[in-house]
C-alpha cells in the first residue's frame, strides 16, 4: 500500500503544480482533469451502488456527464480557451441532450420499462448529487483563479494529513487510546485526529496569508476551521455511502489510494463553504 501511494502521491502533487503554476497550460489542464474526475466519479459511485442492487447506467452517466463537465468549464473560461461560444454550448447541448432526452427515449422504447425506469431516474439522481458540490468546487479556479484554488485544496488536504497524523500518534500514546467520534461509519476518526487536523488547517491559512495573500487574518484562520470541518464532514459522508454500499474503496484508478472519489469526498462540502466565506468577505 505505502509502495504504491509513494508513486501516486508525488503524481497527483506534479499534476496539481502543472495546473497552478503553469501560466499557459495550467486552465487547459484543469479542465481536462476536473471533467475526468467528474466522470470518474460519477462512474464510481454508480458502481457501488448497482453493487447494493440500485439499478443505474453508471457508463453513460460517467461519459456524458464528463463531456458537460468539460464544456460547461470551457464556455466558462472562454476568454482564455478563445474557443467559439456556440461550438462550446453545441457541445454543452448534445452532451445534456444524452444525459436528459436519452432517459426519456429509453422509457419510451425500453422493453422492461419499469427496469428502465428506475435505472434512469436513479442515474440523473447520481449526476444532479454529485454536479452541484463538484461543479462548485470548480468554480472556484474558474471565478477566482488558480491561487484560491490552491488555498481550498491546501487547507481541505491538511485536514485530512493532520488528523491522520495526529489520530495515529493519540491511539499509540494515550494510555487507553484516543477518542472515537463515530466508530459505526469511520472506525479511525478521533477527537484528537481532529482537533490536531482543524490546527494543521489554520497552520496552513496562515502561512498562505502571509507569504502568498494579504487581507483581514482572521477571516483566513477562520475560513481554515470552517473548510476543515467541511472536509471531516465530506470525509465521513462518503465513509457512510461505502459503508451501505459494502466497500473499502470507491474505486482502483489511484494506486495506494482507491478511486477518485476516495480522493475528492474532503472537498464535497469545501466548494460552496469557500463561496459563502468569500461572500461574507
Known amino acids: ?33 476536473a471533467a475526468a ?8 459511485t454508480g458502481a457501488m451502488l448497482r453493487g447494493i442492487g440500485v439499478n443505474n447506467r453508471s457508463v453513460t452517466t460517467a461519459v456524458a456527464g464528463g463531456v458537460f463537465f468539460l464544456f460547461l468549464l470551457a464556455w466558462m473560461g472562454n476568454g482564455f480557451f478563445r474557443v467559439s461560444p456556440a ?8 452532451s445534456g441532450a ?20 428506475t435505472a434512469t431516474l ?23 483563479g488558480a491561487r484560491w484554488m490552491l488555498f481550498v485544496i491546501l487547507v481541505t488536504k491538511m485536514m485530512d494529513t493532520g488528523g491522520y497524523i495526529c489520530g495515529m500518534l493519540s491511539a499509540r ?13 469511520s472506525p479511525k476518526k478521533s477527537w484528537e485526529g481532529t482537533l490536531g487536523g482543524i490546527v494543521f488547517s489554520v497552520v496552513t ?9 494579504r487581507g483581514p487574518l482572521f477571516w483566513y484562520l477562520l475560513t481554515a476551521v470552517v473548510l476543515a470541518l467541511g472536509s471531516f464532514a465530506g470525509d465521513l459522508t462518503e465513509s457512510a ?30 466548494g460552496i463553504l469557500f463561496w459563502l466565506m468569500m461572500a461574507a468577505i
Open 205 to 213: 491559512a496562515f502561512l498562505f496569508w502571509k507569504f502568498a495573500e
Open 87 to 94: 461550438l462550446l454550448l453545441t457541445g454543452m447541448g448534445l
Open 37 to 44: 474526475a467528474f466522470g470518474l466519479v460519477l462512474y464510481e
Open 1 to 33: 500500500m505505502f509502495k504504491y501511494r509513494a508513486i501516486s502521491f508525488p503524481a497527483l502533487l506534479a499534476l496539481l503544480a502543472a495546473i497552478i503554476f503553469w501560466r499557459d497550460g495550467g486552465p487547459y489542464l484543469f479542465v481536462l482533469v
Open 122 to 144: 436513479c442515474s440523473a439522481g447520481i449526476f444532479f448529487w454529485l454536479f452541484i458540490p463538484l461543479f462548485l468546487l470548480a468554480t472556484v479556479y474558474m471565478s477566482y
Open 241 to 270: 455511502l461505502k459503508r451501505c454500499c459494502g466497500v473499502k474503496d470507491s474505486g482502483h484508478w489511484i494506486p495506494g489510494m482507491g478511486g477518485v472519489f476516495d480522493v475528492l469526498d474532503s472537498f464535497l462540502y469545501n
Open 173 to 185: 500514546w494515550m494510555k487507553n487510546g484516543n477518542h472515537k467520534i463515530l466508530p459505526k461509519i
Open 98 to 117: 444524452v444525459l436528459a432526452y436519452g432517459g426519456w427515449v429509453s422509457v419510451l422504447f425500453g422493453g422492461e420499462r419499469r427496469g428502465v425506469l
